[in-house]
């Protein structure tokens, strides 16, 4: 069949050593599937700045929308930390979601049974936890205007330096994450939980109240609940097992995700897709670039791995790659295998290639 054109984004620290086990997977399950996959690699975040001075070229956009998937590592590190918000590496990012159009950002948070004893929380309120984070991608906060600097005029703080940004939702915008969310929720539980600060924001009054409408018109068969982000992020330590699918706006569901991250054991291994209403997905682990540990080959490439399990579920439509991917991940964490981030007694401490190889052997 014809070849499937995937661009590979390996980014700044961390991020070039577990997108080479990833894409060593990929031509793994290639062989055994009867896939071609046509690689392109580019630059993004760091290293496209230091190469083109901008964190996002146009010749890394255009690569992306032309091709059938882009995967994504990871951005960004304290070498370009002091540069102004939109010249930094985190802005080649959001630059890339939204000109792929991908607003719903998928996070799954699926504590595996051989990782149970990995978070720091009692296995009991762990084990089990099968939750899906959907959070939107391209508004709120993260692209709200008015933003910037300026100059405040609050009484008794007249004159002070003050920074900015606008959360700002349309129905629109709320809609459309509302039915990727019921949509998925109804490939699971049916259940949804929209996550809000309708107690204090207009914006969130707007996510409630168009949530509901959705659901209502939409998908009646949807169980729906709402819940404040601080009482959510209370729950989900408290007993994360009573949440299905959460749907949520970008700036909470970037915090929520990492929180449920570490129910799973580590940030090392949750996966992402986001995706938006056609073209390419966009899919990178949720975690960052993690430079203090970059080049040390310690990192874990699980995330990435199964970033790329998604990208074949979700966008190349390959679920038996995909779950065989993951399949062999699991057999690896079964058969006593561990990056540092997830090590616990007993087990079998191994470094970033080590695990990709590990995985390779299951696949
Ligand atoms: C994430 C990251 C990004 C975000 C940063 C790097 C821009 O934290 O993917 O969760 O905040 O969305
Ligand atoms: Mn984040």
């Not at 392109?40 to 901008?54: F, N, Q, R, S």
């Not at 986001?274 to 203090?292: C, T």
């Given at each position: 069949?014809?070849?499937?054109?995937?661009t590979l984004?390996?980014?700044?620290?961390?991020?070039?050593?577990?997108?080479?086990?990833a894409?060593?997977?990929l031509?793994?399950i290639?062989t055994?599937?009867?896939?071609t996959?046509d690689?392109?690699t580019?630059?993004?975040?760091?290293?496209?700045?230091d190469?083109?001075?901008?964190?996002?070229?146009?010749?890394?956009l255009d690569?992306?929308?032309?091709s059938?998937?882009?995967?994504?590592?990871?951005?960004?590190?304290?070498?370009?930390?002091?540069?102004?918000?939109?010249?930094?590496?985190?802005r080649?990012?959001l630059?890339?979601?939204?000109?792929?159009?991908a607003?719903?950002?998928?996070?799954?948070?699926?504590?595996?049974p051989?990782l149970?004893?990995?978070s720091?929380?009692?296995?009991?309120?762990?084990?089990?936890v099968?939750?899906m984070?959907v959070r939107?991608?391209?508004?709120?906060?993260?692209?709200?205007?008015p933003?910037?600097?300026?100059?405040s005029?609050?009484?008794?703080?007249?004159?002070?330096?003050?920074?900015?940004?606008?959360?700002?939702?349309?129905?629109?915008e709320?809609?459309?994450l509302?039915?990727?969310?019921?949509?998925?929720?109804?490939?699971?539980?049916?259940k949804?939980?929209?996550?809000?600060?309708?107690?204090?924001?207009?914006?969130?009054?707007?996510?409630?109240e168009?949530?509901?409408r959705v659901?209502?018109?939409?998908f009646?068969?949807?169980?729906?609940?709402?819940?404040?982000?601080?009482?959510?992020?209370?729950?989900l330590?408290?007993n994360?097992?009573q949440?299905?699918?959460?749907?949520?706006?970008?700036?909470?569901?970037?915090?929520?995700?990492?929180e449920?991250?570490?129910?799973?054991?580590?940030?090392?291994?949750?996966?992402?897709?986001?995706?938006?209403?056609?073209?390419?997905?966009?899919?990178?682990?949720?975690?960052?670039?993690?430079?203090?540990?970059?080049g040390?080959?310690?990192?874990?490439p699980?995330?990435?791995?199964?970033?790329a399990?998604?990208m074949?579920?979700?966008?190349?439509?390959q679920e038996?790659?995909?779950d065989?991917?993951?399949?062999a991940v699991e057999?690896?964490l079964?058969?006593g295998y561990?990056?540092?981030?997830?090590?616990?007694e007993?087990m079998k401490?191994?470094?970033?290639r080590?695990?990709?190889?590990?995985?390779?052997?299951?696949?």
């Amino acid at each position: 069949c014809a070849a499937m054109k995937v661009t590979l984004l390996p980014g700044d620290g961390i991020g070039p050593e577990i997108m080479d086990v990833a894409v060593d997977v990929l031509n793994t399950i290639a062989t055994k599937h009867d896939l071609t996959f046509d690689f392109t690699t580019k630059l993004v975040g760091g290293a496209a700045i230091d190469e083109h001075g901008c964190p996002l070229p146009d010749d890394t956009l255009d690569s992306c929308k032309a091709s059938d998937s882009v995967l994504l590592a990871a951005i960004g590190g304290y070498k370009w930390d002091s540069l102004p918000s939109n010249d930094k590496p985190e802005r080649g990012l959001l630059n890339l979601r939204a000109g792929l159009g991908a607003f719903a950002n998928l996070r799954p948070a699926v504590v595996l049974p051989q990782l149970a004893d990995a978070s720091t929380l009692k296995p009991e309120v762990v084990s089990g936890v099968d939750i899906m984070v959907v959070r939107e991608l391209t508004g709120g906060i993260y692209f709200g205007e008015p933003k910037g600097f300026g100059v405040s005029d609050k009484p008794g703080m007249e004159g002070s330096r003050t920074g900015y940004n606008t959360d700002v939702y349309c129905e629109k915008e709320i809609e459309r994450l509302a039915r990727v969310g019921y949509a998925v929720a109804r490939k699971r539980g049916s259940k949804v939980c929209s996550v809000d600060k309708a107690n204090v924001l207009e914006v969130s009054q707007l996510w409630r109240e168009v949530a509901q409408r959705v659901r209502d018109e939409e998908f009646p068969d949807i169980e729906l609940s709402h819940m404040y982000v601080d009482n959510a992020a209370m729950q989900l330590v408290r007993n994360p097992k009573q949440f299905d699918t959460m749907i949520t706006g970008n700036i909470f569901g970037d915090i929520l995700s990492d929180e449920a991250s570490m129910i799973c054991g580590s940030i090392g291994m949750l996966p992402s897709a986001s995706i938006g209403e056609d073209g390419p997905g966009l899919f990178e682990p949720i975690h960052g670039s993690a430079p203090d540990i970059a080049g040390q080959d310690i990192s874990n490439p699980l995330a990435m791995i199964l970033s790329a399990a998604m990208m074949l579920r979700y966008d190349l439509n390959q679920e038996a790659a995909a779950d065989q991917i993951e399949k062999a991940v699991e057999k690896t964490l079964d058969d006593g295998y561990r990056t540092v981030d997830l090590m616990s007694e007993g087990m079998k401490q191994v470094g970033c290639r080590e695990m990709g190889d590990m995985v390779l052997e299951r696949l």
